[in-house]
């Protein structure tokens, strides 16, 4: 089996307009790069389909592609729910959810391109001691 550590897209990659700079996250089914938008002149997190169970990265060193011909079906199946969610994400405009600004269909998988914010993560609020009034969440919530 081929460990996750060596499909990760290396430092100085180049997706179109993005470069990889290094690797924030690698869950079961995605791995999450901080980029650099050379277009736009910012940071962005990219977020490539990438099911390490049933996927590997082509010979290339940059394609994604099945497993083996059995795992053809699964990963279609994930790549269509991966782009579908990418399109809802790009619908959603709220002060407190990051921003997605883009998908991508390239390289065999897809990406989902990001902005960065700085602040908090909700997860680590819960964790923190850190208490909130009623009030205080219910105007936070929502702003228009």
């Given at each position: 089996m081929t460990n996750i550590h060596d499909q990760i897209l290396p430092e100085g990659t180049q997706?179109?307009?993005?470069?990889i700079k290094d690797t924030?996250?690698?869950?079961?089914?995605?791995?999450?790069?901080r980029a650099w938008n050379h277009h736009?002149?910012?940071q962005v997190k990219i977020q490539e389909y990438f099911p390490h169970d049933?996927?590997?990265?082509?010979?290339?060193?940059?394609?994604?592609?099945?497993?083996?011909?059995?795992?053809?079906?699964n990963f279609d199946y994930g790549l269509k729910a991966f782009l579908d969610q990418a399109e809802m994400l790009t619908q959603i405009k709220h002060p407190n959810?990051?921003?997605a600004e883009n998908s991508l269909p390239f390289n065999g998988t897809a990406?989902?391109?990001m902005s960065i914010?700085?602040?908090v993560s909700l997860s680590k609020l819960i964790q923190s001691?850190?208490?909130f009034a009623e009030t205080e969440l219910n105007s936070s919530w929502y702003r228009s």
């Open positions: 997706i179109g307009v993005y470069e924030l996250k690698i869950s079961p089914f995605d791995i999450t790069y736009l002149k910012e049933f996927a590997v990265r082509a010979n290339d060193g940059l394609s994604v592609e099945p497993r083996s011909p059995e795992d053809k079906d959810i990051v921003v990406y989902l391109i914010r700085d602040g001691e850190t208490s």
